[in-house]
């Protein structure tokens, strides 16, 4: 069986909330690390969507 990494630093993708309300094709998806042990719970970060041209909330997804 293989064994599970129990590194610090891990891959994590945001999705923005509110282009998925709009009902607008396509998404806004940005990729980052984050330290597991620092935010255990999931990451929110403003960022930036083309395709609404704004500011808006990207949350972590599984």
Do not use: W
């Amino acid at each position: 069986m293989a064994k599970k990494s129990k590194e610090a630093r891990v891959q994590v993708i945001l999705e923005c909330t509110e282009h998925k309300e709009s009902g607008m094709p396509g998404t806004s998806r940005y990729i980052t690390t984050k330290n597991r042990k620092n935010t255990p719970d999931r990451m929110e970060l403003k960022k930036f969507n083309p395709i609404l041209k704004r500011m808006t909330i990207h949350r972590e997804i599984k």
